[in-house]
């Protein structure tokens, strides 16, 4: 299942510069701690974990835990270094992993 | 300005009734929510797993989360921590705990010098009206945490499908 993922972060940007990076992935984030109308408990289906690399480094990572609301959301800050790619990963409680990419340019 | 909260402290008399109550209360949730039922660490004691008993310090940590909330499905928060983000002196670790929900623990964030600026934004879920914790955890292995109170009006989590 790939689910859709939204990035926005700074296409260009100068050497040193702290940029703000946003992530968010469509995800339902069951908690596990609802009731369906059979009344049998829904069990727990959410992202857990969420890690950012920059240039194959990582730069930030998130551990999530059911509170978190559906399409989780995460916004950070890092420095541009260098021209390259932004990596997203998250991973749900199964272990499968969604990726997204955003390539930028630092002058 | 609550109206609702003299309740709690006018009816003296009432407190053996409402003990019973609360009683009969809790022994119906153990029955119907057997996951819910298992009783979840408080505030503090997530809070203390969290440091290792280290001692945590007031400051340094904005917590910003609305005072009155509509709907708790989704509650922006931002944490902001004071700090110059270099190799030698950052802030580690971010984490957000919450006083009611099933669960304390909200999420935990991992920063680096890389970072550049100590500042998280995410969107939470809140069951009801509670305290928010928000820590951080810097590289002298210090703690330093901010507590917002929230009123919720529309709860989240533990709503029935029906």
């Known amino acids: ?107 | 300005m609550f109206p609702g909260l003299d309740i709690m402290s006018s009816s003296q008399s009432l407190a053996s009734r409402r003990d019973v109550l609360i009683g009969v209360t809790a022994s119906l949730a153990v029955f119907s929510f057997p996951r819910a039922a298992i009783a979840r660490p408080s505030l503090e004691e997530a809070l203390r797993a969290f440091t290792g008993g280290q001692p945590i310090n007031d400051g340094r940590v904005k917590l910003d989360i609305p005072p009155l909330l509509e709907n708790g499905n989704a509650v922006g928060v931002t944490v902001d921590v004071e700090s110059p983000m270099t190799p030698q002196d950052h802030v580690r670790r971010i984490a957000l705990f919450n006083e009611k929900n099933p669960q304390a623990d909200v999420a935990v964030f991992h920063l680096g010098p890389r970072s550049g600026r100590a500042r998280v934004s995410t969107r939470i879920r809140l069951a009801t009206s509670q305290t928010l914790v928000a820590i951080a955890e810097l590289t002298d292995g210090s703690f330093w945490s901010s507590r917002a109170n929230v009123i919720v009006t529309l709860a989240a989590c533990i709503e029935d499908l029906s």
């Open chain 1, 1 to 107: 299942m790939t689910a859709r993922a939204l990035i926005n972060a700074p296409k260009t940007a100068r050497k040193g510069e702290v940029i703000e990076i946003r992530a968010m992935i469509a995800h339902k984030m069951e908690t596990g701690y609802r009731q369906g109308p059979n009344g049998q408990m829904i069990s727990r289906d959410i992202i857990s974990h969420f890690v950012c690399t920059y240039g194959g480094v990582e730069i930030f990572s998130a551990d999530l835990y059911p509170a978190i609301s559906a399409n989780p959301f995460v916004s950070f800050s890092t420095i541009a270094t260098e021209s390259g790619t932004i990596g997203f990963a998250w991973t749900d409680d199964r272990g499968e992993t969604q990726t997204a990419t955003a390539e930028i340019t630092v002058s």
